[in-house]
């Protein structure tokens, strides 16, 4: 009698149409019998090197040529493949019964991973991972979308070009312009800057437009505290300078704070976690607990910021490189990004000989190159004498899947930061800036020398 092993491995003989639909989501852990996983190996190695189905007689060759078989092995193996024969079945039952296989094994050793992580017997991974590879088993699934066709499939592409998606505006012109409108869900959206600069400024006063936009807001710190957060949107959004917030009589302050409540329809929740100590996972049991005992949705996420937050499949002192570690990281906010089907909004810092570059590159990313790989949108903020003297920033595009990034490659938006606020500028800053770099004059101190160098950051002027 065929169990449902046997029949899988009978129909990716015969059944062209079910193997091309189901080899993409079989892994060979999935069989349990030895001569069932060397049979699979063997069909799916013929059909990826051929792109042609294998016959019996091809499949019984092939597994006699094996060296690392023993007589007995080898008798069990002709056996089976003999024995399996052309039977019609129902295609969508086949379908379906395989799925639900696939999904039932993916499961069983997702738990017996599981078990083995609790033990302590893998050195890589952390119990915090347990959760990320249960959820995998349990998302297992086939996909009935093979691709988009593009002559079949034009009509529902130019529907996708005129549809109109929900959008987190910003409150900068220039910004709007390189997201066509603000950010999407389910992406990653990472501020590249060096350490008081203005990573934390930026998404400070993020995070009070959105509220003030009547958005919902998750700001997620690991680098200050819940206070000291609050303390930043409040000289942003009540208009009084940082050092003056703890002056206020308690009476200007709550009537302040009423007078702001009255203005949107938003709310703002601030979580606190120690660095590195937090991940994905607990991200996503903090949006259950949110959902529960407030009935609070985020419409936007902050996370301050990605370095010093944990990855869910590695442990921190585990021997992994950085690169891959941060790489882990983003992919996971990027994960949980789409499952929570809302904009993330992080930062990362410059590398050593990027802290002081008037011209950071994204090659400056600290720790991981993997990072932008992951990014929909990563920008550098860049601070120098002479813009901190103007009262400005500038920002430069390093990786934009919203538009075009050489267009408004480089522009300057005003910074106070005494109020924790960013603001245009007006258009005679932003002509001061080359897009795609200039001559930039400067004196190397050397009275009698003078020398002319292509700056990327572009030409300022400066009376």
């Known amino acids: 009698m065929d169990n449902i092993e046997t029949t ?10 079910f193997s091309r639909k189901v080899i993409p989501f079989i892994k060979e852990e999935y069989f349990q019998e030895p001569t069932q996983k060397i049979t699979y190996e063997e069909i799916t190695s013929f059909i990826g090197q051929y792109n042609s189905q294998i016959t019996v007689e091809a499949l019984l060759i092939e597994v006699s040529n094996r060296r690392d078989l023993n007589d007995e092995t080898l008798k069990q193996l002709q056996m089976l493949i003999t024995n399996l024969e052309e039977s019609p079945v129902d295609q969508q039952w086949l379908l379906d019964t395989t799925e639900k296989w696939c999904r039932d094994r993916a499961i069983y050793l997702a738990l017996m991973d599981s078990i083995s992580i609790a ?19 349990l998302a297992v699934s086939f996909d009935n979308n093979i691709g988009h066709d593009y002559f079949e499939n034009a009509d529902d592409r130019f529907d996708f070009y005129h549809q109109k998606h929900d959008r987190i505006p910003f409150d900068l012109e220039y910004f709007n312009k390189i997201t066509k409108g603000g950010l999407v869900s389910k992406s990653l959206n990472i501020a590249l800057a060096g350490t008081g600069v203005g990573k934390s400024l930026f998404m400070c006063h993020m995070a009070g437009s959105c509220l003030l936009a009547g958005k919902n807001v998750l700001y997620i710190t690991m680098e200050m505290a819940e206070e000291k957060i609050a303390e930043r949107i409040d000289a942003n959004l009540l208009n009084v300078p940082i050092q003056e917030i703890s002056e206020l009589p308690k009476s200007m302050f709550d009537n ?22 937090a991940h994905s996972g607990h991200f996503e049991a903090l949006l259950a607990e949110l959902a529960l005992k407030k009935s609070f949705k985020p419409d936007i996420i902050f996370i301050d910021y990605l370095n010093i937050c944990a990855s869910s499949r590695y442990r921190g002192n585990s021997t992994v490189n950085s690169y891959s570690y941060i790489k882990a990281i983003a992919e996971e906010l990027r994960g949980l990004a789409v499952e929570s089907n809302v904009p993330i909004v992080s930062a990362t810092q410059t590398t050593r000989s990027g802290y002081g570059s008037s011209d950071v590159d994204i090659t400056d990313t600290s720790e991981s190159f993997g990072l932008p790989a992951t990014a929909d949108l990563m920008f550098a903020l860049i601070s120098t004498d002479e813009l901190e003297g103007l009262g400005q920033i500038m920002v430069k595009q390093l990786k934009n899947r919203y538009n075009d990034p050489t267009v408004n490659k480089r522009f300057i938006v005003g910074i106070d930061r005494a109020k924790m606020r960013l603001y245009d500028c007006e258009q005679s800053a932003q002509e001061d800036v080359l897009n795609n770099g200039g001559e930039y004059e400067f004196d190397d101190g050397n009275s009698d020398k003078k020398q002319n160098r292509k700056e990327k950051f572009g030409t300022f002027k400066f009376d």
């Open 256 to 277: 302040k704070v009423e007078n702001l409540a009255k203005k949107t329809q938003g709310s703002l929740i601030i979580k606190e976690y120690p660095t590195a100590s």
């Open 119 to 137: 033990d302590g017997n893998d050195e890589m991974k952390s119990r915090d991972a347990i959760p990320n590879i249960l959820s995998q088993a």
């Open 8 to 17: 899988i491995l009978k129909n990716l003989l015969f059944n062209e149409e």
